[in-house]
């Protein structure tokens, strides 16, 4: 397994694990991903600047995630109270190929992130996902990150989650 930063050649693999993972939310009865957003725009956005960082295994993209460093205007009107105030990472569209679910990625891509942040003396991640996506609430429970309070973005609720590293 290698965890990489993508290349502008992979956005539309990027893009197939995204719509993968949106079905599965519409599978479970999770509503999350399930208008235009995450758009391919938006993949092509995080690969183009750096954000969009990949697991593969021989040489495939099986799992997806933007990380970025860049201020999160929804998480200044945070409805809770954050662990921290210094700068911070944030993980966004993190997706799992659907072949590879269940066999630990989602962890090891939040380690990746944390690794990342720490390489950029960064100690604390950020992450939100919909209140009904438990699959996503447990991985993110089982890795440490803690519930801080309720954010709005493209007029819905999320749950945010820090973790201090």
């Known amino acids: 397994?290698?965890?990489?930063?993508?290349?502008?050649?992979?956005?539309?693999?990027?893009?197939?694990i995204i719509q993968e993972a949106r079905?599965?939310?519409?599978?479970?009865?999770?509503d999350q991903w399930q208008?235009?957003?995450?758009?391919?725009?938006?993949v092509a956005g995080d690969v183009m600047k750096g954000?969009?960082?990949?697991?593969t295994e021989n040489g495939r993209i099986i799992g997806y995630a933007c990380i970025s460093f860049d201020k999160e205007e929804c998480y200044e009107t945070l409805r809770g109270t954050w662990k921290s105030i210094q700068p911070?990472?944030?993980?966004?569209?993190?997706?799992?190929?659907?072949?590879?679910?269940g066999k630990g990625l989602g962890s090891l891509m939040l380690h990746r992130a944390e690794e990342l942040c720490r390489s950029r003396e960064i100690h604390s991640i950020k992450i939100d996902t919909d209140q009904d996506n438990g699959a996503m609430r447990?991985?993110?429970?089982?890795?440490?990150?803690?519930?801080?309070?309720?954010?709005?973005?493209?007029?819905?609720?999320?749950?945010?989650f820090e973790k201090l590293i």
């Not at 954000?51 to 697991?55: D, L």
């Not at 944030?90 to 590879?100: F, K």
């Not at 990150?145 to 999320?158: A, I, L, M, Q, R």
């Open 138 to 160: 447990h991985l993110l429970e089982k890795n440490g990150y803690e519930y801080c309070g309720v954010v709005t973005f493209d007029n819905s609720d999320k749950i945010a």
């Open 1 to 16: 397994m290698e965890f990489r930063c993508s290349q502008s050649t992979e956005i539309d693999r990027c893009w197939e």
């Open 23 to 30: 079905q599965y939310l519409k599978d479970q009865g999770i």
């Open 88 to 101: 911070y990472g944030v993980i966004h569209r993190l997706a799992i190929g659907n072949s590879h679910k």
């Open 35 to 42: 208008n235009e957003y995450p758009d391919r725009n938006s």
């Open 51 to 55: 954000n969009g960082y990949v697991i």
